[in-house]
């Protein structure tokens, strides 16, 4: 038999243990130190991600739902009437296919719970900054599994919080940016590391993301025919 302990000195480097050998501690120690500090890196930057934008400043218990942009809408007439429709504020329009399925449906989702009120507001207001910040938390750990060092990971992720989008509160940008990183990723351990598991976990991903931003279908499937 072979163990393995992935020891990230360059990249995502792998050292092999053999069971004839005595096996060296200090591999294995030095991968969960690695690990520990991202771990660490990972909570530093999604803080970051979040104090960057404080989608809960200016916030009041009067706050209230904003039923402006089309996703909100669609998720409006879901919940209210069960139908994906309706998504243009003049006038009723009936049924849509409009945008993508997901967002929709987790904005309706939502609002089931949590009603219109101040707490779904802050909900929505600050679902985007959540998704957004953890891409840039788990940059690290993508760029290493893409086979770079973390460090190109930290500085993608410091290059977004400069930069800082907006946070597209009624719109599924975000959401579809962490589906799409989250997808890749997976997709890359499942060429690198082939289980049941990665495939299951990369053909979830890759519908939930397909379902937020259908457009992905293309390179997705493009990089599935080229691996």
Same mark, same amino acid.
């Given at each position: 038999g072979v163990q393995t302990c992935a020891l990230p000195i360059s990249g995502y480097a &792998?050292?092999?243990l053999r069971n004839s050998q005595p096996s060296n501690p200090k591999f294995c120690m030095l991968l969960t130190r690695h690990r520990t500090a991202l771990i660490l890196l990972s909570v530093f930057l999604f803080s970051l991600g979040v104090l960057n934008y404080k989608p809960w400043r200016g916030y009041r218990s009067d706050w209230r739902v904003s039923f402006r942009t089309e996703p909100i809408?669609?998720?409006?007439? *879901?919940? %209210?009437?069960g139908t994906f429709a309706n998504p243009f504020g003049a006038t009723p329009t009936g049924v849509t296919a409009h945008i993508a399925p997901g967002f929709p449906l987790l904005l309706s989702l939502l609002l089931k719970t *949590?009603? %219109?009120g101040s707490v779904a507001a802050l909900v929505i207001e600050a679902l985007p900054v959540v998704a957004l910040s953890l891409e840039l938390s788990l940059l690290p750990w993508i760029a290493e599994w893409f086979g770079f060092s973390f460090w190109t990971g930290v500085i993608a992720a410091c290059i977004g *919080?400069?930069? &800082?989008?907006?946070? @597209?509160?009624?719109? @599924?940008a975000h959401v579809a940016g962490l589906l799409s990183l989250l997808s890749a990723g997976m997709f890359s351990r499942? *060429?690198?590391?082939s289980s049941p598991r990665r495939i299951l976990m990369a053909g979830v991903l890759a519908s939930m993301l397909f379902h937020f931003q259908p457009v992905s279908v293309l390179p997705w499937l493009a990089s599935a025919a080229l691996a």
């Open positions: &792998k050292v092999t809408r669609i998720a409006q007439s *879901l919940r %209210d009437a *949590l009603g %219109d *919080l400069a930069s &800082k989008p907006n946070s @597209e509160p009624h719109w @599924e499942w *060429l690198t590391f």
